[in-house]
């Protein structure tokens, strides 16, 4: 999750307009027949000027609501969101009427579609529905945040459950708390969420939008159709690996668990895959290695323990890898405001996430961090979002952004991607001599393809189901259903137990609850490989592309901040161009990482039953 201008307002946990602003420092309002060029050009500046003010103040509000939940601060979040909002819908609804007019630069018209296609949550402008809007995410974001499943019988917080569901291998115990999660988070936030559902789309369909599924896929400098069209494009290309994987994973959970618990055919079990949400898939590496080669020697959580590492000691190992590319250390005010690890008097959102509270340099990362690999990775994910914040800095506001959402979201990952065995003894956490050799190839490539691949299907379903929540192809009364179809069809999983409509499964993923946007991290999965191909091309690499570490490249980091530092200014082809020289984002550089895994997962496969 990262601040700005859009995701401001995905968030929904604290947008702030002082309503004396919002009333009297109008911007040069639109004259009411034809505007001229100049006052369109005046219109955006006065924008930009006002949101950059109005966009701290609500960073601010949302940070002390996201590290310290209470009825207050839900109240001051849930109202300041719903000001700001209103807002932002005043001043789209004035954006769209210089449009069209001719004449207008590029820039200007750029800056106009983002006023217009920037609000990811809008309210419609009748009085007091900015409001209720604002409250219900700030509502089902603290209820996430606040969540509790069970174990043992007993309760046990978000950050915990979510790091055992990794750990644990004791089906009665990982359906205990797969369910109980599930049954607490999710389904008490049902009428809530159809509430905001309606109220959402009334305020996309006020700004000229078919319903609020098409203004998220506009955001793409394409129309939403194309976008969508694009998005199952590249998932059919990656698709066969997922297949796959699939196949194989299915087959060693079957071997472990046996039929009674697992069997051979159909779907997997949700709960058994290493992750409350069956997203990444990397925790369970033990139960699938490859016999024989299958130890790769090191397990980056048990390093970090072993060399008694703690969490602020992960975030600078993070930051010497940005600093190793050449980019600047993080401010002071990073490590005294950020919170690295979960406060043990008070209620947070521990989803981890990045900020950027004065749009230059006030950095911060909201994380619960566990010393973990999961983690480890994280950081450097958030991380990613922090060094992207600073790098387009000097933009003007509406320009401070990813080139597109899923690039914010991919900085980080590709830069992890980097964390290979040679990097690890670089920085001192493995031993020289503990290496794998060339054999644990496909050990590493499996290790990766539990978290990379696997996630594919879930970063694509996310949004396929709220797309079809907002358009109306799943009725309010099939949330759950629509849910549990998507989850089948694409990611080839069922519940642990039997599902129906007085659940809401869907509502126990952080991002749903909190109105954040997910298709950036399907487009970040496919995204980090191009980077990282590219990267390691730049780099002079020449052996197998999994064991490319740019660790210490300045020439990759200065590329890198080349591209971070357009921001949105330019179509996103134009940032994936400066930094790979492609226009196109393609599942190739994914496919070819992976393709010595895919050959033998091929020859694993077969004989063994595939599909569900
Ligand atoms: O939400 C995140 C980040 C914050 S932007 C921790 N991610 C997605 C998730 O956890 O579901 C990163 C990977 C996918
Ligand atoms: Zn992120």
Same mark, same amino acid.
């Given at each position: ?171 009665? +115990? =990982?359906? *205990? ?10 389904? /008490?936030? !049902? @009428? $809530?969420? #159809? ?56 087959? +060693? =959970?079957? *071997? ?10 159909? /779907?997997? !079990? @949700? $709960?058994? #895959? ?339």
């Amino acid at each position: 999750m990262i601040r700005r201008f859009s995701s401001l307002m995905a968030l929904a946990v604290a947008l702030a307009a002082l309503p004396a602003v919002a009333e009297q420092a109008a911007p040069a309002s639109a004259p009411a027949a034809a505007p001229t060029v100049a006052q369109a050009d005046a219109f955006v500046a006065a924008v930009e000027e006002e949101f950059a003010k109005l966009s701290v103040d609500v960073a601010r509000i949302s940070w002390v609501n996201a590290t310290y939940i209470t009825e207050d601060t839900d109240a001051l979040a849930a109202a300041a969101g719903g000001r700001y909002t209103e807002r932002a819908v005043q001043v789209a609804n004035e954006a769209a009427r210089y449009r069209s007019l001719p004449g207008l630069s590029a820039d200007t018209r750029r800056k106009l579609d983002l006023i217009i296609g920037g609000i990811t949550l809008p309210a419609p402008t009748r009085p007091g529905a900015a409001e209720e809007l604002s409250t219900l995410f700030t509502r089902m974001g603290s209820s996430y945040g606040k969540g509790r499943g069970t174990l043992n019988g007993k309760p046990i917080n978000g950050s915990d459950i979510e790091a055992t569901m990794g750990e644990e291998r004791d089906p009665a +115990k =990982l359906k *205990e708390m797969w369910v109980s999660w599930h049954d607490n988070v999710g389904a /008490p936030m !049902r @009428a $809530d969420y #159809l509430a905001a559902t309606k109220l959402t789309n009334e305020g996309a369909t006020g700004l000229g939008f078919k319903d609020a599924g098409a203004l998220w896929r506009s955001g793409y400098d394409m129309p939403p159709d194309q976008f969508a069209a694009m998005t199952d494009k590249l998932w059919a290309e990656v698709e066969p690996l997922y297949k796959a994987l699939h196949t194989y994973v299915r087959w +060693k =959970l079957n *071997e472990k668990y046996g039929d009674a618990v697992q069997s051979k055919t159909g /779907p997997i !079990r @949700a $709960d058994l #895959l290493g992750n409350m949400w069956g997203q990444e898939w990397g925790n369970i590496y033990d139960v699938v290695a490859p016999p024989g080669t299958g130890d790769l020697g090191y397990d980056i959580g048990d390093l970090l323990k072993a060399k008694q590492y703690d969490p602020v000691k992960m975030v600078r190992t993070g930051e010497g890898f940005y600093s190793s590319l050449g980019f600047a250390p993080l401010p002071e005010t990073f490590w005294t405001r950020s919170q690295i690890v979960k406060p043990l008097d008070r209620e947070v959102i521990c989803h981890a996430s990045a900020w950027d509270v004065d749009n230059v340099d006030d950095l911060r990362i909201k994380m619960c961090t566990k010393v973990n690999s999961d983690d480890f990775i994280t950081i450097h994910h958030e991380l990613g979002h922090n060094y992207y914040q600073r790098a387009y800095n000097k933009q003007p506001f509406l320009y401070k952004n990813g080139a597109n959402d899923g690039f914010h979201e991919a900085i980080g990952d590709f830069v992890a991607l980097s964390i290979t065995p040679d990097y690890l003894v670089k920085i001192n956490l493995l031993d020289p001599a503990r290496v794998p050799a060339a054999d644990k190839d496909i050990g590493l490539l499996l290790r990766q393809a539990m978290d990379k691949i696997a996630f594919l299907p879930f970063g694509l379903l996310i949004d396929k189901w709220r797309w079809q929540v907002f358009s109306g192809e799943i009725a309010p009364g099939q949330l759950q259903a629509g849910w549990d179809k998507l989850r089948l069809q694409y990611q080839g999983i069922v519940p642990p137990v039997p599902r129906d409509e007085s659940k809401f499964d869907a509502g126990a993923k952080y991002h749903v609850a909190a109105g954040v946007p997910y298709t950036r991290y399907f487009l970040a999965r496919i995204l980090q490989f191009q980077f990282y191909e590219a990267a390691c091309k730049q780099a002079g690499w020449k052996g197998p592309l999994h064991r490319c570490s740019f660790y210490g490249d300045k020439q990759v980091g200065s590329r890198l901040d080349a591209m971070m530092k357009m921001g949105q200014s330019k179509p996103w082809p134009d940032a994936l161009q400066a930094f790979t020289g492609t226009r196109e984002m393609s599942g190739k550089s994914m496919m070819a990482y992976f393709a010595p895994l895919k050959k033998w997962l091929d020859e694993q496969n077969k004989g063994k039953p595939s599909g569900w």
